[in-house]
């Protein structure tokens, strides 16, 4: 009997072993497919946006759709570029974040690795009903502005208000608002503001490209008093042609009167100056709560030249606690991060806003690294701002613990994962 050589004997060896462990294993892996294993992901992290009128730059709701950007795909969410989600999860802990889990992440890579096949249709999950249009849900009610404005081709266009065409006969509880622009194109933000008329107006809720709308859980919400009108500060930007736009505010009325209204507070720096060629300029805004609260979201605002933003709650003994660390702010997706569990602040806490600025050449946003900058509302100038949205505490919120905002998305419901 001729025995085989060593390296065939290795050879043989080895494929014996790859058996073995192939049947512990349950057989040979499957590779992932669109339909069974990549959809659910998509579904429940990426169609609210990637869907026709949204902000998303090509849909997902089907293969036919997705497979052409697969590899797009695949580097966006290895670089965490998507899901856009700029806090760092060491800080905090919050309840609508955006990343991705590793799994879900290594799961569409080997999908694109693998082919990006489809798999069979029929495994595809049903794709989430969503109201066109809108990402809170067929609104109760709709106002808009009176007239249509023309946006110029050219030039800067100082900030515009106009009214609505709708007063509030009665006090209203609201549970869910959500800004519209009529023009993406041209509006670069859009905030709603309460009040008779807008020389006395006050913050609602705002358009901003990322910024999700206002969704309250029963028993919370904002209070319209009788009378009020709904004010449209609108920011244009031109874009080489003549446009018009008429942005319009969606609102869900909540079924019977709320036991905790939402308040919203600012914290604001008006007076900072970043000098010329600076790539690190400190800006520290604070506020003191003077009774006992509750936070339960966070919104930074800056402009190009925002750099990272820090917002910690110093309490009256000085310890310190970190709420919120966006280590690379990104003009482009500004939201409300919402407390994984509200919390509470002892009267005499105080919430500090920190953020630096770059204003040197390093920072590809920056329009000027030679002009000393200051506060203003165009986007060459800079702003810093922090919003809270924030509930006294009563007998009917004392033991509720959970988050009170909703993520749009989560209105359609979370898909279950298919084994």
Known sequence: MRLPSLGVAAAWAGAFLTLIATAAAGGPAREPTFAKDVAPILFANCVYCHRPGEIGPFSMRTYEETRPWAKSIKQAILTRKMPPWPADPAYGNLANSKRLSDRDIQTIVDWVDSGA????????????QFVEGWQIGTPDLIVRMVEPFTVPASGTIPYMTFPTDYVFPEDTWIQAVEVRPGNRAVVHHAFALLGADASVATGLHLYSPGLEPLIFREGYGKLIPKGTRIHLQLHYNANGREETDQTVVGFKLAAKPAHTAVHSAMVVNTGFAIPPMARNHEVV????????????????????????????????????????????????????YVLAKPENVPQGAIVEYVAHYDNSPANPQNPNPQATVTYGDQLWDEMHLLYINWTEVNAENRRDSEPIQISPNKLWGALVRQP
């Open 117 to 128: 096949r489809q798999g069979p249709p029929d495994e595809t999950p049903a794709l989430p």
């Open 285 to 336: 805004a604070a506020i003191q709560f003077p009774f006992p609260a509750r936070i339960h979201a966070l919104r930074p605002h800056m402009h190009l030249r925002g750099k990272d933003a820090t917002v910690t709650l110093i309490q009256p003994d000085g310890s310190r606690k970190t709420l919120l660390y966006i280590p690379e702010w990104n003009d482009g997706w500004q939201y409300y």
